[in-house]
């Protein structure tokens, strides 16, 4: 299991591309992030996160029909998250250069 210090830094661009690959709701989002190798990550910790990201422009929401049940919240990215999702992407490769060179496991 990732340790939650290590997670919190790298969540929100993970769900952001999770979000880029396709309309998604919440539900959906925690089980690609548990397909991914993300576990322990409770719908609990995604909605907070979704909520914050939805007001800072990074995503939009949509209510649409489930034939499941009751409307759910379909969440897809924005051009403001699509430039925040390629600055996390080149941040994080910077990270793990930084990473493997410390370690001697040069890229």
Known sequence: MIPS????GTLEGC???VISDNETYGYE??????????EGISEGTI???????????????????SILG???????I?????????QFFESFREMEAAVRHVFGQEA
């Open 5 to 8: 210090q290590m997670l919190k």
């Open 15 to 17: 769900v952001l591309k």
């Open 29 to 38: 989002i925690s089980q690609k992030l548990l397909e991914h190798g993300f």
């Open 47 to 65: 909605y907070p996160l979704l909520l914050r990201m939805e007001k800072n422009g990074l995503i939009e929401a949509e209510y649409k029909a």
């Open 70 to 76: 009751p409307k759910r919240k379909y969440f897809s």
């Open 78 to 86: 924005t051009e403001k998250g699509r430039g925040e999702l390629k």
